[in-house]
């Protein structure tokens, strides 16, 4: 689980949740493969693996790009479980994908049970300011609520593409490097630690 | 008679009662206490079976049940009595001792668990069934007793073999010795003497899910071959190291017995879903065996508990030819699974007598080794292997390849084997997520999701832009053509005009086209259709104008003839179109290659090119940007129109169709 130097390099588990057509695989692609599809084919499940350098460091990471619709909440669980961090995307131009942000953060904290999971809220189609629904300071407010950090993004002009995921990469990897130092008996104080310093930020 | 059950029951549970103690304290597997729940509804069902069965049989119960629940708390020290008891006992004794440890609250569920199907008269209860698989827990103990039994039942009707007896009972005595030293694999058996029986041995089984011991439709279920062949995993790889053919001549083959750990050590990597081929290649015996194991272990024969008998009355039938007939008829009740096993089975035995010249086996005296693995007669054997050509005629034994890992070199090429390969990864998945939805949740296993959903998108990636580049292969080099001549106005400038060419061309067509070269198509086929008609008993004449055959009035199938050939005739005259398409666009990318090589040598192209650059670098990237954002789009919007052309094409033909049906 955490990063061992010597067996090859670190791997980080993403994983992108959001209601459907918010853009997550649009964002995953044009973080993969620097394209941007504009048709929309709703995705079951996918996975991706990708070498990075992050901060000078080579490392490898997973991304499980998941179904926004309920039809496959079923298996969402599998995955859930699995991942070390999340993006959860949501649309700026449609305000009730941004109200189910809400459901799947609760969703991963059952699942998780873990306050402090590396979790980013992602506005996606900022380049579509113009048909905006959600107002920028509602989803500040969120973010603030949950401790987690905000940013918008454009999968259609790769606009904090990167940023989003090495965001994401640099929780994941601190947050392993804390886990690796806290003994068993403190894992409990690691837990309120960490929540602290969220806030913080 | 009674006392005999009864006292074999206490037996059971007793060894059943060390095994629970022993796991639960050896073996604490994460699953478990993460998913208390998890084997519970197991134990319900077996449970609520069980509550059915005691009304039968109830009188017996009945003493035990009412100190049942007082009893509880008291296991441990019961457990250690009973164990030293369970080997000692006596038949028809039933001690205090032992009804009190029958009521310890881990067993008070399993008390219940005989089972009396069909012969519930003539009992024969000695049930010794090893305990292997259970570090799970005293939940699942039931399901697994309860088919147990149902198995020895069905053994006794057969023949048992002895030496197995014998192995039995040294095993016993040597337990008793050692039973304090828990590391020992340890055969719990209940010692009614007439028991044959097996390998029990205490697993440490990581997943609640047993391969062996289980029906063949779980078994299946749970170990898939992702190639849609429906055998347990275990079974499909014994029999496809078993037919290859040095070791269908080996002599050794169903001969030789392998080393007991070594098979044991299998039957544990299979049980866990450890099993990899690269790292533990099997051998001759322990493939035999190991299928052997699995066969016998089956908690009810393969034929069936209800079908096995009328199998054997057919067997004895005098005539072969009948005797097939009625074989077949009895398979196809089988279920599917187990007809797919025998089959594979059946069909693979039959390819081992086959080398008789080497390996020294024949029908008889393959049948005489086999025949009690498989719960069934030797004449019953040799009448399947006899028939076993025709009994499965579709059944055809094929090596399983595996779905592909990330270790595996690489994906598929062709689209259809990237289909084949997608079907085995989508049921693998399907696999993954059903045991992980039952709680079978393991590092690995985790890992192995993300892997196979990885291959899973690889696959799907590299199947799309098969697609693409089939689709577009000829568009596609007429757009390449212009974009090769790298000016930006130019990119933009050729995509667009070309799609609307083609829809205008197209519109144009399927108005006016059809009727014209109608007529001149179907000339040249007149003097062939009279040649045919003399022969033919159907009466039928042609339509002069058209050359259609027509069937007299009376005949049902008139219409339906009559609008095939029209269907036909459109869709001729609309390949005949698409082909002079084609043609004419080779040549206006033959024309447009030219023009372009010409432009190039020309020094005037220089110049227009700067004055496109003129903007700063920064512009000039966007505008390419732009441009290529929106040829793109331009050459999506192309396709769709291209599949709406063609869905109203295929309306109009039908259109068409109809409206000619009218004249006749």
């Known amino acids: 689980m955490s990063k061992k130097p010597t067996a090859g390099p670190a791997l980080h588990k993403v994983i992108m949740v959001g209601s459907g057509g918010v853009g997550k695989s649009a964002l995953t692609l044009q973080f993969m493969y620097d394209e941007f599809v504009e048709d929309y084919e709703p995705t079951k499940a996918d996975s991706y693996r990708k070498k990075v350098v992050l901060d000078g460091e080579e490392v490898q990471i997973d991304i499980l790009d998941t179904a926004g619709q309920e039809d496959y909440a079923a298996i969402r669980d599998n995955y859930f479980r699995s991942g070390e961090g999340f993006l959860c995307v949501f649309s700026i131009t449609d305000d009730e994908s941004f109200q189910a942000t809400q459901e799947f953060r609760e969703q991963i904290l059952r699942v998780k049970n873990d306050e402090s999971i590396p979790f980013l809220l992602v506005g996606n189609k900022c380049d579509l300011n113009d048909k905006r629904k959600v107002p920028l300071n509602e989803c500040q407010v969120r973010a603030q609520q949950w401790s987690v950090p905000y940013v918008e993004t454009s999968a259609k002009t790769r606009e904090n593409v990167d940023k989003v995921f090495f965001d994401l990469m640099r929780e994941i990897r601190s947050r392993k490097t804390e886990d690796s130092k806290a003994t068993s008996g403190r894992a409990k104080d690691r837990c309120k630690k960490r929540r602290l310093k969220c806030t913080l930020l | ?664």
């Not at chain 2, 629970?20 to 699953?31: A, G, I």
């Not at chain 2, 002895?162 to 039995?168: I, R, S, T, V, Y």
């Not at chain 2, 020094?603 to 090119?609: D, I, K, L, S, V």
Request: overall charge neutral.
């Open chain 2, 1 to 664: 008679m009674f006392y005999k059950n009864y006292a074999v029951r206490t037996d059971l549970q007793a060894a059943l009662a060390s095994a629970s103690c022993h796991n639960s304290m050896d073996f604490d597997s994460p699953e478990e206490k993460e998913f208390p729940g998890l084997y519970a509804s197991e134990a319900v069902d077996a449970k609520s079976k069980k509550s059915k069965e005691e009304s039968d049989f109830s009188e017996g119960d009945h003493d035990k049940h009412s100190k049942k629940d007082l009893l509880i708390g008291r296991r441990k020290d019961k457990k250690e009595k009973g164990k030293d008891r369970g080997y000692a006992a006596l038949e028809g004794e039933s001690s205090p001792e032992e009804e009190l440890d029958t009521k310890s609250p881990s067993k008070s569920k399993k008390s219940k668990t005989f089972k009396f199907t069909s012969s519930k008269s003539k009992e024969k209860r000695e049930k010794s069934r090893d305990k292997e698989k259970e570090p799970k827990g005293p939940e699942e103990d039931p399901v697994h007793k309860t088919k147990d039994k149902e198995k020895d039942k069905e053994k006794e009707r057969h023949h048992d073999d002895k030496d197995h007896k014998k192995k039995d009972k040294e095993r016993k005595e040597k337990d008793k010795k050692d039973k304090s030293d828990k590391k020992d694999k340890k055969d719990k058996k209940s010692k009614q003497a007439q028991q044959e029986d097996s390998i029990g041995e205490e697993e440490v089984l990581a997943l609640g899910y047993p391969i062996f011991g289980v029906s063949i439709s779980l078994a299946t279920e749970r170990s898939r071959c992702h190639d849609g062949i429906d055998l347990p995993l275990v079974v499909r790889d014994c029999i496809d190291y078993l037919q290859q053919e040095q070791s269908l001549k080996c002599d050794h083959i169903y001969k030789v017995e392998p080393i007991k750990t070594r098979l044991m050590h299998y039957k544990r990597l299979y049980n866990n879903r450890e099993y990899d081929a690269s790292v533990d290649e099997l051998n001759i015996p322990t493939a035999c065996s190991l299928l052997k194991l699995f066969l016998r272990e089956l908690p009810e024969p393969v034929l069936t508990t209800d079908l096995v008998a009328r199998f054997e009355e057919v067997a004895s039938h005098p005539k072969v030819t009948e005797q097939q007939a009625e074989l077949q008829q009895l398979l196809e009740q089988l279920p599917k699974c187990n007809r797919t096993l025998l089959a594979w089975v059946i069909l693979h035995f039959d390819a081992v007598i086959q080398q008789e010249r080497y390996n020294k086996l024949n029908a008889q005296s393959l049948a005489m080794l086999l025949s009690p693995t498989l719960q069934m007669s030797h004449r019953l054997m040799v009448a399947l292997l006899c028939h076993c050509a025709n009994l499965f005629p579709d059944v055809k034994l094929i090596k399983y390849v595996p779905p592909l890992t990330s270790a595996s070199p690489g994906l598929p090429d062709t689209p259809e084997d990237i289909q084949t390969e997608l079907r085995k990864q989508d049921s693998l998945l399907t696999q993954i997520h059903s045991e992980m939805n039952a709680g079978f949740i393991s590092k690995k296993r985790e890992e192995q999701l993300w892997e196979v959903q990885r291959i899973i998108t690889q696959l799907k990636r590299k199947l799309r832009s098969c697609e693409k580049k089939q689709e577009k292969s000829i568009d596609e080099l007429e757009v390449t053509t212009s974009v090769t001549s790298t000016q930006p106005a130019a990119q933009q400038a050729v995509p667009p005009t070309v799609p609307t060419a083609n829809i205008n061309e197209d519109t144009v067509d399927s108005m006016s086209a059809p009727s014209q070269m109608n007529t001149s198509e179907h000339q040249p086929d007149e003097p062939n259709a009279p040649a045919t008609p003399p022969p033919n008993p159907v009466e039928y004449t042609i339509d002069k104008q058209t050359g259609y055959l027509l069937l007299p009035k009376t005949n049902p199938q008139r219409d339906e003839l009559l609008r095939l050939q029209m269907e036909y005739d459109e869709l001729i005259i609309w390949q005949n179109e698409l082909k002079a398409r084609i043609l004419a666009e080779r040549n206006e990318m033959f024309r447009l290659k030219q023009l372009y090589e010409q432009e190039a040598q020309k020094p005037q192209a220089a110049p227009q090119t700067s004055q496109e650059q003129l903007p700063a670098e920064a512009d000039y990237e966007r505008i390419i940007e732009h441009y290529t954002r929106e040829n793109a789009l331009l050459e999506h919007k192309k396709k769709m129109l291209g599949k709406e052309l063609k869905a109203e094409r295929r309306a109009c033909i039908a259109l068409q169709v109809e409206l000619r049906m009218q004249h006749f």
